[in-house]
């Protein structure tokens, strides 16, 4: 069971560091007549033209704050309230495995959800994609805040797999 | 009760990593309302240091000068050849490049050390430069508090070079951007007929530098 915890305390940790850091990296460029000026234009204007991060959370306030609150919604939904209601849920089951309870309804959820794992990450690499063709010949990256909480929903995602080994396990001693 | 109580932990934890997180990145600096409001005032910073150049002059058709030519400008009747130059504390601190033979004379605050069309060769490395920004700038460098005079002449290579204006400025009368001043009659000391001066922020926008040279980015093919 320590590992179980483990990986899900790990999970929580890196899922808030993840929400907070920067995920995407924008890189202004400027290609006119299938000339590309960025570099001389990076020693002219390095201010307009420095490279600036976005985290999750910047990303969905500005989404809310320009008008797209569907967009924004949806990320906030798949991206935060998803992954936290995810690793709440496989907490709760661990504590009832804790005290030789089979989690029951709530490995229900939590293998419901299982499905529905890195769809999170998903949403942001295709936001990423879609972007990714700026006017100017700008570009989108990832940043390192992508994979830490790349890291966290698939150390939630071994936390789920784990329980539900012991879970069938307690089961099966029990029949 | 006592498994609600408990996810307090992972929400803990969650928040704990978040607010590692906002601690140790460093956080975008935030323009305050004092700050806008300053800049809404357009008044010049007595402290900053700023770029001043002409952008235009225009000149009456007619020459200052009485020198039995019928007030042409150039001894050839072709039109004058415009420069000017910024005066700081008595000194010259920077002279434009003069514009042959026209009533209207253009400066652009900045110069490419190659020409637009060779700067993608010039990126890919094949022509090497060192591009040093405030060596591109042609302007004039001085405080917000600074009085200047702006001299206007039409260059002449025989005769000797004939005033075309004279206009003492004190920076705390110009906004930041463009300002444009005319004179509607052509006196004995002044042949000049509008002149726009630009004022440029050092550590500012340099947007003013940036679209007229997109402009000619996109012109030239």
Known sequence: MKTIFTLLILSCITLGIGILAPTMQTEPRLNINNGDYTEIMNILFPE???T???????GITHMWNTDSKGIASL???FSIIFPVFKILALWIASLNLCESKCPGKTLNLVEKLGKFSMIDVFVISVLIVTIKGLPGGSQIHGDWG????????????????????????????TN | MKKILSLSVPIGLILCGAGATSL????????????LTETDKNNLDKDATYYIFVSEIEVFNKALDDDNDEDDWDDD?????????????????FESPKRDNTFIGNWRGITLPVALKDLSTVIKGDININVDFEQIVNAARVKGNSDITIMMYDHDTLTPTDIVGKIPLSLSELNEGTN????????????WKTIEIKVIK????????????????????
């Open chain 1, 48 to 50: 307009e033209f420095k």
């Open chain 1, 52 to 58: 600036s991060s976005f985290s999750i959370l910047q």
């Open chain 1, 75 to 77: 990320i906030f939904a």
């Open chain 1, 146 to 173: 992508l994979y830490v909480f790349a890291f966290s929903v698939l150390l939630s995602m071994i936390a789920g797999f784990l329980l539900t080994k012991k879970a069938t396990k307690l089961e099966t001693q």
């Open chain 2, 24 to 35: 140790l990145l460093p956080q975008p600096k935030e323009t305050t309302s004092e700050q």
């Open chain 2, 77 to 93: 009747d072709d039109a004058p050849d415009l420069f000017y130059k910024i005066n700081y504390q008595g000194k010259t601190v």
């Open chain 2, 180 to 191: 444009i001043m005319t004179n509607n009659k052509r006196t004995e000391n002044n042949g």
């Open chain 2, 202 to 221: 050092r550590e500012g926008s340099v947007k003013d530098f940036l679209l007229p040279l997109l402009r000619e980015m996109n012109n030239e093919k």
